[in-house]
């Protein structure tokens, strides 16, 4: 009798990205369980579960049967603890797609050893903020040590979601960069320094404002400074309390949002830089962590323990599979 393929739950699967996330993995024929607070939200055809974040029974309940818990629900100073216990209690691995530097640190720190005695992986920050730049970084660098990481992202606009917002006044936790080999408070006020970007959208001014790729890169790549841009403009938008929510403009329900992000190392081999290009942050997050899951459920993977994207799989590999759709990238 042929077994079955073990299942992916989605936490938050009724939420925006969430939504992209359960899609992509339905594309991928990955048996899928949407789990969240509200039923009524979840994708149509999809089994669900109900589970309440002060509920670890309910949680762990919504989890068994599954090997990966993906969490797409923020703010996740707020989910990421109890998910990550409730999916470990269950067996299974766990994914999330914080922008948040303390959710991602303190995952990282806190569920090591937990991950490691269970025989799963723990992986916040799997998305476009965190994953992608992890990515990159770590496909540049290879086995150099590296002086600096910069990374840059430019939008030529930034729809924010309505989950983008909510965190944006939860996520009160000052910001952090890597100074001399060590995470420090980011310097105020925000510098801002032009930075010339691939076509289309040439240079720009950027304003510092670092994601959750800081935490990800700092945990397992070795430079002096790690620091993190992002465009003037994009700042402006998700600012901006008038801003509309992203707007689907295609069948995938992606938005018209245009987007480059660059990773630029400097040490004993020159400056290289690390480039990729695409549609959509919400949307591209989904194939980065069906991706990511994929490879969990291979029989192949081994791994273990609290990581980050570039240290649990093969950068390069991983990049190329996702190149050059969902998005492109190139590398020095």
Not at 65 to 81: K, Q, R, T, W, Y
Not at 251 to 260: K, V
């Amino acid at each position: 009798m042929e077994r079955s393929q073990p299942s992916v739950a989605v936490y938050g699967a009724g939420g925006h990205t969430g939504q992209f996330v359960v899609a992509e993995l339905r594309r991928r024929s990955i048996p899928v369980v949407a789990v969240g607070r509200d039923s009524t939200r979840f994708p149509p055809g999809v089994p669900g579960r109900v589970a309440e974040l002060d509920d670890p029974t309910a949680l762990k309940k919504a989890f068994e049967g599954c090997a990966v818990v993906i969490n797409c629900a923020g703010p996740f100073l707020d989910s990421a603890e109890p998910v990550v216990t409730a999916a470990l209690a269950a067996g299974c691995s766990y994914l999330d797609v914080t922008a948040e530097q303390a959710s991602a640190k303190a995952t990282l720190d806190m569920f090591n050893g937990a991950a490691l005695k269970a025989g799963v992986v723990v992986i916040p920050a799997a998305g476009f903020y965190g994953g992608l730049a992890d990515l990159l970084a770590t496909a540049l660098v290879g086995d150099d040590k590296v002086e600096e990481l910069t990374t840059a992202v430019a939008l030529d606009h930034w729809w924010p979601t309505e989950g983008t917002r909510r965190t944006g006044e939860r996520n009160n936790v000052p910001r952090v960069v890597v100074e001399r080999g060590e995470l420090v408070p980011m310097p105020m006020p925000a510098s801002r320094i032009d930075w010339v970007f691939a076509s289309p959208h040439g240079k720009q001014v950027v304003v510092e404002l670092p994601f959750s790729e800081i935490i990800t890169l700092s945990h397992h790549l070795p430079a002096g400074t790690i620091r993190s841009y992002l465009g003037e403009n994009a700042l402006s938008d998700v600012r901006n309390e008038g801003t509309p929510a992203p707007t689907a403009v295609d069948q995938e329900g992606r938005s018209a949002q245009q987007f480059a992000m660059e990773v630029v190392a400097v040490g004993k081999s020159g400056t290289r830089r690390a480039v990729a290009q695409g549609q959509d942050i919400y949307a591209v997050t989904a194939p980065l962590v069906a991706e990511a899951a994929a490879r969990i459920l291979s029989s192949s993977f081994s791994r273990s323990g609290a990581l980050t994207l570039g240290q649990a799989f093969d950068a390069r590999d991983f990049l190329a599979a996702l190149s050059p759709t969902p998005f492109a990238v190139s590398i020095d």
